[in-house]
């Protein structure tokens, strides 16, 4: 792929508990923009990458990434599909043998605030996290990413660490479908 092109999507993110959730939202409610607030749901499937699907209120998108889960940078490709397209979406790859690892639900609110995405989530059986992303090349991913966890912290909220995201992430990987009827 091109290495010009802003395809590489940077992160940093963290787990937060009601309260901060609340402090936080009450804030880009004044400081940022509020450009969504959707109810989306997200299937995973096994394999060799970061394949998954994914609908809210409005869209379906097939979704790829390069790289580990909690990387800091990955690259990755979104195709966008008519909502009703998710249902096709999840039998053609299961007809393709991906077995579903994981199912999120989850509540977002989106913001843009100093140029960033700034994500609220409510994952169901998962937790509370605020995200900030940036799109960004190869060159600047790097620079990009410490800019976000400024961004963070200036808001003080600590960066979770990648240990504990994946400690989280591999037991709702175990327990989804019971944390999912919870």
């Given at each position: ?7 590489i999507e940077v ?29 989306d749901q997200t ?84 937790g509370q996290i ?53």
């Amino acid at each position: 792929m091109n290495k010009r092109i802003n395809n590489i999507e940077v992160e940093a993110r963290s787990f937060i508990d009601k309260s901060e959730f609340r402090r936080l939202k009450n804030f880009f409610d004044k400081n940022g923009k509020l450009t969504g607030e959707i109810n989306d749901q997200t299937v995973y499937f096994s394999g060799p990458k970061d394949l998954r699907i994914r609908r809210d209120e409005s869209h379906a998108y097939l979704i790829l990434k390069e790289g580990k889960i909690h990387d800091d940078h990955r690259e990755e490709i979104e195709i966008n599909f008519g909502r009703e397209d998710f249902g096709r979406l999840e039998q053609l790859l299961l007809v393709l043998s991906f077995k579903v690892e994981i199912r999120w639900q989850r509540r977002r609110r989106i913001y843009r605030w100093r140029s960033v995405k700034v994500f609220l989530d409510d994952t169901r059986g998962y937790g509370q996290i605020i995200e900030l992303e940036e799109m960004a090349s190869q060159k600047n991913k790097v620079k990009i990413h410490k800019q976000l966890v400024g961004m963070l912290e200036s808001l003080g909220i600590k960066i979770t660490p990648k240990e504990e995201f994946n400690q989280k992430f591999e037991f709702y990987k175990r327990n989804w479908r019971n944390l999912l009827m919870g």
